[in-house]
């Protein structure tokens, strides 16, 4: 495989097509910068609540295992949302140019 060819329109990080997050969310202010992505506040449209958006740049998945640490992150996140002290994931969704992980805020020191 081509080390580009992961980022395609025909490829997805999560491995299927997911609802578009701008239908879902709202994006707000940038809170940090990665080496891979984005944090931004965010906020569930149809009931108000704020969350964080960690958006990753497909364009930097540049190798298979690139792909594959972000596939695992957001395998992790789902297997241990719930248990206490530990960020619970609220969904992942994915476009032609980013893998977008929603997540509860933390808030406080």
Do not use: W
Request: charge should be neutral; proline fraction near 1%; hydrophobic fraction near 30%.
């Amino acid at each position: 495989m081509n080390r580009n060819a992961t980022v395609n329109q025909g490829f997805y990080v999560i491995g299927h097509k997911t609802e578009n997050i701008h239908d879902l969310y709202t994006l707000g202010q940038k809170l940090s910068q990665g080496q891979f992505g984005t944090t931004y506040s965010c906020k569930e449209n149809s009931i108000g609540i704020d969350y964080v958006c960690k958006s990753i740049s497909k364009r930097k998945l540049i190798s298979k295992e690139d792909v594959e640490d972000v596939r695992r992150e957001i395998q992790i996140m789902h297997h241990l949302s719930g248990y206490k002290n530990i960020i619970t994931i609220k969904g992942a969704y994915e476009d032609p140019l980013y893998v977008h992980i929603v997540m509860e805020l933390c808030i406080g020191g």
